[in-house]
């Protein structure tokens, strides 16, 4: 799954856990190394019912 980022003046960003690169939501595979990108919506997490 791909990693969540906060960066200053930037906002919130998603990268690839095995290169780092910087992804969209919702992208199959990272476009730099191929990783496969798996995303799940997990609203528990977050404490929305």
Do not use: F, H, S
Request: hydrophobic residues 30%.
């Amino acid at each position: 799954m791909a990693d969540i980022k906060i960066i200053k003046g930037r906002g919130l960003i998603y990268e690839c856990p095995e290169c780092e690169a910087e992804v969209e939501l919702g992208q199959t595979y990272c476009q730099e190394c191929g990783e496969g990108l798996n995303w799940k919506e997990d609203y528990e997490d977050w404490g929305i019912q």
